[in-house]
């Protein structure tokens, strides 16, 4: 199985999975860079996977569905157009093997990832709750709820790919550099991250740069406590003063 970018608005990626000739979508937020490259490659598209429903995930959909009637969509209830609705620990199937659905509230109440198993290693599509060097805004969710979707995330193997939806890596490296001065990974990070696609990333890497996934290491801390004026008193605490001081970075 291959998995393509495609890019879209400003800094979107469409993940396409491209299994022979049959493809799955995850959170096509525009049709038409889909349907150019499934026509220039003579592909059909099979499956639609969503993780939340912000229209920059969700906009392509019907057009899609134009051009592919029996296109199967998958997401939670409140995305027009799903024909199979998913739940935590559900199963995707496609390709012969399955994404099993994760619940990763924050970003939005009702965000989900999908984390596929091939050739012994995970990949997972997981939106707008993590960014390389970052996380999402809170929007439907709450803090404590991206809190517990992150560390879900570090729970996994080092070696797990990481597909989000926006190329925000730049950006975020530069916010990562600010509460961690003395960061030499995140420096040399930053001098690379004007390649693009930076994207897929490992969990190895990101916790090495991703200040979000280091709210339990003293010099961040430190920073973080000086930046925000107060005292923070757990890893929880660090992350929502993270969160609060990239809002306004």
């Known amino acids: 199985m291959q998995i393509i970018p495609i890019p879209a608005f400003n800094d979107n990626y469409i993940w396409l999975l491209q299994c022979g000739a049959d493809v ?3 959170d096509p937020g525009d049709a038409a860079p889909v349907l150019g490259y ?3 490659h003579n592909l059909a598209l099979r499956q639609i996977w969503v993780t939340h429903h912000h ?3 969700t906009g392509g959909i019907e057009g899609l569905l134009k051009a592919f009637p029996d296109c199967e969509v998958y997401g939670n209830a409140d995305i027009q157009g799903v024909t199979y609705k998913i739940e935590e620990g559900g199963r995707v199937a496609f390709c012969g093997t399955e994404a099993q659905v994760w619940h990763v509230p924050g970003h939005t109440a ?3 990832a999908y984390l596929l198993l091939l050739s012994d290693r995970l990949h997972v599509f997981c939106g707008d709750t993590l960014f390389s060097a970052g996380c999402g805004r809170v929007f439907t969710g709450t803090i404590g709820q991206l809190f517990n979707s992150i560390q879900r995330f570090n ?6 790919l990481f597909y989000p939806a926006h190329e925000y890596t730049a950006s975020n490296l530069r916010f990562a550099e600010y509460v961690e001065p003395g960061n030499t990974v995140v420096k040399e990070a930053l001098r690379v991250s004007q390649k693009l696609p930076t994207l897929p990333v490992t969990l190895a890497h990101e916790r090495a740069v991703n200040p979000f996934l280091r709210t339990d290491q ?3 801390i430190r920073q973080v406590e000086k930046l925000s004026g107060r005292t923070l008193n757990d890893d929880a605490a660090v992350f929502a003063a993270l969160r609060a001081l990239k809002n306004t970075f």
């Open 38 to 40: 499934l026509k220039q």
């Open 155 to 160: 729970s996994l193997p080092p070696d797990t």
């Open 55 to 57: 229209n920059d995930h």
């Open 24 to 26: 799955a979508c995850v």
């Open 110 to 112: 009702t965000h989900f």
């Open 218 to 220: 003293t010099i961040l």
